[in-house]
């Protein structure tokens, strides 16, 4: 298969080596040109613009977008609508919200256009191994692609997930519950570190990691952590968020969903972003009001 | 009526002053000889142990206990053991655990001598103008003593529990919910500061202590802190807590009753106590290792 | 003062008595006409129309809007625009979005309208016997209403918040904190009545009522729900919720706020909608899958 | 290496076999004399009671009790304590409470008899195939029976934790961490099931559980379960718990460890065990007093 690759980051370039890996064309552009010259030497053609790009392939197009979400989507997508012809096919691969999808989706039908909402995970790892890929829009149009999904897979890595925006819902949930499963790790690495044993944590994650119930890829990587770090003395707590959990959290009050665990994961996540609270001032200060209970001056 | 009060804190001797000011007697004992003299000013008759206390009283004797808990209460409840007579009663008002009401009195009875759990609400200023009761142990020493609880409590402040450890039971919940409206209240003015408008907090505390539906005296005394300090910028956020609200959090685990609301207050409260902590590292560690997204380093 | 009224619901009806028992004149609209024809016994004018309603006044006109909230607030100050003049002033009192308030606001001040956004609080009674405001907009305009909303509340119950929109953010956060009060509560009645004592509801709600830490006006209507049916044996544990508490959590999510609380009062509304849940059953079924425990079988 | 098993329930059974299959001797008791019978089919040695088990050792005697918790492990322990010698092994591998181990290896160190606290996980699957052992007590002991451990284990699945009570407090935290990913991946799919796509439960688990950040043995049992029942409208979402999460709970309160998530996936389980809740109601009662907002009647 032949297909265009808009956006040659961390996550694109890993993808492209790996399309390119199982055979398939890439005809490669960033607005960095240097990730496209070193896919060249790999078999990519390398674009200097989306113009050239779009030239270079056969309809019907298929052409990747794989940059991070928000404005710089739309931007691609808008000089893509201008340039593709209908019967052409965009691959949506970025962290966009799913509602952003089912607008893109219905835009671009407009012209023609099919969009594929695609959500990736697996990390950069996944994305040049084989990573994992759910995806939302037209099934014609995904049965037409579903062997370069295949190729790019971990066995089994790949879903149609249904109608327009379906893929990137998946990964919005899958985000989300990724938060909750974190934090659940997190905690009790924080109860081992409060109590009276000398816990060496690397070894507690591989032993967590090998045969255990709570075996996972996350846990795997804890125990990779570890190993770095023992204590992990080096680095603060501060746990910043990309906004996928932010949303889950919001769909689930939308739906009138109960999601407790994912929503107080993101309020340890904001929690962790101050280094004092105002809401801790307020309690302590009623507490020095009705009971005289000392408060703890600050410097 | 004339009564014994050992323990002359901050809870004590407020409490001796509002007896008093209803024409009891009071024999008053502290390890600390200063508050039972200046008691003695306003007419209590001061001891300097408790067997001069307990030698002062008439039979029945009635023995309020006031001293914080825990092993303090067992060491005076073991000397009023061998001191007291069958039929004298001992009111002890401390924040004990209910548990340990409860045995309290089933070993008191072994001597015949009474015990009333009574859990004591209003801060200091409730100890001296009126404060909130709830008493646990036998209805009729109750009886025998509602005189006295009906002098010294606010109108309608004082409640007959029910059996044994009732009375400890109830405050004990009552600090639980205490817990869940001050952290309410404090997200409430945390959303507030980090808004883009410019409140005033006092005021908006005042406007929200007056006729709205969250009126309490919490909000009250919230206007009185801001009144104080109007952005509490001489504190620092770290919520201490005394135990009844773990208290309160164990016993509905024990009694498998969904409180998510208080355990998350009290939660919070012992996150503020750590300047950094062990999960939200954890957490940025994994971020880092799937993702490859930066973690802020350690100074 | 002179002032229109549109709306006479529980809300705007008793408001109504309540600004004409101050000395104040009234001209009332509603699409039902009974309220308008009540209210005139009382000495209001009632008008058929928002156009009789605006004829009826003198400028600069004062109207206050008292419809709930959304489409029928735009669909009345759509009307209101093409009707008044600049400088006249719409007070909007409904539960709007502070969003809402803001872009109304704008788009009033285009057509010379002032608006005022009004948070009210204190129920039905307080808009008849002395609510609670929290007013947003201009402080000019506020200042030239000042008697009227010192007439209508509470001593101390109506505050100038600041710029457009922040009246109904401080109601929004209001809310917001009165599910996490209301939630505490009933946590705490919660662990009561599952408790080996027999507690009187009524009675406990009292106390608590009287003279302690916890003292509130939601209390008060604890101990008058009780009185009401001891143990609320008539009546589901479904806990609706209006859409104040969402914004709340939503706004805290927009500020990267903490809290927890609140959030989790609004998902434990959620779970009350639902007699069974689907993450209940993934829980169960997982049980199952690794250790053999038993599930409970579907009828 | 040779050594007794007492306990041939769920997990007993699968680990007697797993031993047997690695050339071990197994004498083998339980109070249903079946299983010992299938165990002689493949090799074991069955007793007929704790005495004759004993007897049929030879000293150093290894004796791994795998009865489920509480009394009936004190009971067999206090059997064991009268018939063993010093120098004598009892590996404890039951879901005790950590402070009981330490308890009980202290009390059995008076005889001189060595106790090993064995956490294990990884389901009766596990057991069978090769599970995960979380190891605390005396090194030198461990280190005699590590070949053991080492059969009986997936590759890397052991870990010789610390000092007495080590083992068991690795498997409680755990099992608090297994209780956030369960309920984790559950609100995950609360969400998917009130979204208007039509998603295939079983394939998102698959998708999930293949190349994803959040892969894990968890999200296969999660595919496998629906597999059997695509919806699981067989099941009532009853979450039932046995304790270990509890105590985790209760541990970080000890420790005044923030474990947010991991005690509200607690409390979301008690909730579903509960068909109404109290604390609905008052909730409800509550939103009719004071703003005449409807209740749902109880049938």
Known sequence: MKLGLIGLGKMGYNLAENILEHG???????????????????????????????????????????????????????????????GDIVIEGGNSHYKESIARSAKLQESGIHLLDVGTSGGTEGAREGGCFMIGGSRTVFDQLEPLFKDISVDKGYLYAGEAGSGHFLKMVHNGIEYGMMQ????????????????????????????????????????????????????????????????????????????????????????????????????AALRNEFGGHAVVANK
């Not at 270079?56 to 979400?69: F, G, N, S, T, Y």
Request: glycine share 4%.
């Open 24 to 86: 398939h064309s890439v005809v490669a552009f960033d607005v960095n040109p240097e990730p496209a010259q070193a896919l060249a030497a790999q078999g990519a053609v390398p674009a200097s613009s989306i113009e050239e790009l779009v030239r270079k392939l056969d309809a019907p197009r298929i052409v990747w977008v794989m940059v991070p979400a928000g404005q710089i989507v739309d931007s691609v997508i808008d000089s893509l609508t201008t340039l593709l012809q209908p």
């Open 184 to 283: 659940s790790i997190a905690e009790g690495f924080e109860v081992l570190s409060k109590s009276h044993y000398n816990f060496n944590y690397e070894e507690v994650a591989r032993v967590w990691a090998n045969g255990s119930v709570i075996r996972s890829w996350l846990m795997d990587l804890t125990e990779r952590a570890f190993s770095k770090d023992p204590k992990l003395d080096s680095i603060q707590g501060v746990m910043q968020s990309s906004g996928e959990g932010r949303w889950t959290v919001e769909t689930a009050l939308d739906l009138q969903a109960s999601a407790p665990v994912i929503a107080m994961s993101l309020f340890m996540r904001y929690r962790s972003l101050d280094s004092d609270t105002f809401h801790g001032k307020v309690v």
